[in-house]
Each structure stands twice: as C-alpha cells, then as structure tokens.
C-alpha cells in the first residue's frame, strides 16, 4: 500500500454506462491528480487539484468529469466512453507545491477500465 | 515531448548492481532530475531525484554529471522484484504554468535475471 487508494481496482464498462473511480489519500496531501496509461504509451496527465480547486485539464473530452470534493478524496466520473478510453487510471498525491516544487508524487495502484 | 532519453531495456544480473543512463541535454538550471519506476500493472513509485548534487537514500543513488547534461540512476544490488520500468522525468523546481506535470517518457525496462 502506497497510501494511496484506488478503487475499484478493475472496471468493465459498456459504451452508454456512467460509472465513477475513486481515489483517496491520508498522507496529508494538498495536491490531487488524474493519469491516463495507455498500452504501448506513456502516462498522460488529465486532471490537477490544488486545495480542491481544479488547476490544470490536459485538454481531456468531457466525458471524463473529474470531482475533488475535499484534499482526501478525488473522482473521476465516466459516462457515454469509447473503447479507445481502455487503460489504466492512475490517481497520484502530493504536497502542498507551494512556490518549490521539492517533492514526489504517491501513485495508487490504478483501476483497469475496459470498455465495450 | 519528454525532455529525457533512456535506453529502452537493458538487463542485470541479481545482486549486481544496475546502472541506469539518462541524457537531458537540455535541462535547465532550475529544473530537478527525479526517477520513478512501475513495476508491472502497479502505479508509478518515487525513487529518488536531485538538483545539482549526487543524491542517495535507501532505495538508490543518483549521479549528475557536472554539466547536468546526463545522470544515471544506481540500484547498488538489483533483486528480482527491482524488474520494472524505470522513468527518468525533468521537472521545474520553482511553481509556474504546466510545473505541475510529471512528463514521462517510454523509460528503460530492466530486467533483473537469477
């Protein structure tokens, strides 16, 4: 455990269904974010948090709707998605980034989403 | 576009120690050079990253060349489980637009063998 938690850990979805990922962190993290990965490509950023407040989209389509209700906790609410969207979603942690960016990020150990 | 260039794969014998290359030709002088690695249908974890000076903690060390042009990453005795794919990633060390991102490459994948 990472302290970073996922869930659920697999995810099969069909095209027309609305389902919701979910991440949660106790390490005392501010910052919050949602990763892509792809097979064959490597991790793309969607979505950051910063004290809640949303501060980078990655140019994601807006059938991804990420919600970050407190510092703990942040989602990913899926709907109408396409088979191309299969990955891994990775959710990952940080510290306040405050003016030095002095730090890592805490991984999660992903949900595999299938759609079909 | 990563700003890194690893090797794609390279292979270490368990208990020896691996050495692993990264050129950023390009970095500037306020950016950090940081190491992540995934082992397999994991999420990335935190290795190890530094500024200007060798760095080292209980998991690795980290050598950057005096130009900062290139560092390699050294797990001194590799395992089995170090297998994984190891990202070498540049990053602002000061907050700005995009900072935020972690940009990762394709990484090197090392293969420790009995």
């Known amino acids: 455990e990472t302290g970073v938690t996922q869930t659920p850990r697999h995810l099969v979805m069909g095209m027309t269904n609305k389902k919701s990922l979910k991440c949660e962190q106790h390490?005392?993290?501010?910052?919050m974010y949602w990763y892509k990965q792809s097979a064959k490509k490597p991790l793309e950023l969607m979505f950051v948090?910063?004290?809640?407040?949303?501060?980078e989209n990655n140019s994601v389509p807006s059938r991804f709707s990420p919600e970050c209700p407190n510092s703990s906790h942040l989602f990913l609410h899926l709907h109408t998605l396409q088979p191309e969207d299969s990955a891994l979603y990775l959710c990952?942690?940080?510290?306040?980034?405050?003016?030095?960016?002095?730090?890592?990020?805490?991984f999660g150990s992903g949900t595999r989403l299938t759609v079909v | 576009d990563a700003k890194t260039t690893q090797p794609p794969s390279m292979d270490c014998a368990e208990g020896r120690a691996a050495n692993l290359p990264c050129n950023h030709s390009t970095i500037s002088g306020n950016e950090y050079v940081y190491w992540y690695r995934q082992i397999h249908s994991q999420g990335p974890q935190y290795i190890i990253h530094?500024?200007?000076n060798n760095e080292t903690n209980e998991m690795a060390s980290l050598i950057i060349t005096e130009d900062r042009k290139s560092s390699t990453l050294i797990l001194p005795h590799a395992t089995l489980r170090d297998t994984a794919v190891y990202y070498c990633i540049v990053r602002p060390a000061y907050s700005g637009a995009g900072s935020y991102q972690l940009t990762f490459g394709k990484g090197t994948k090392l293969s420790v063998i009995p």
């Open positions: 390490l005392g993290h501010n910052a």
């Open positions: 948090y910063n004290f809640k407040e949303q501060t």
């Open positions: 530094g500024l200007k």
């Open positions: 990952a942690s940080s510290q306040d980034p405050g003016q030095y960016l002095n730090y890592g990020y805490t």
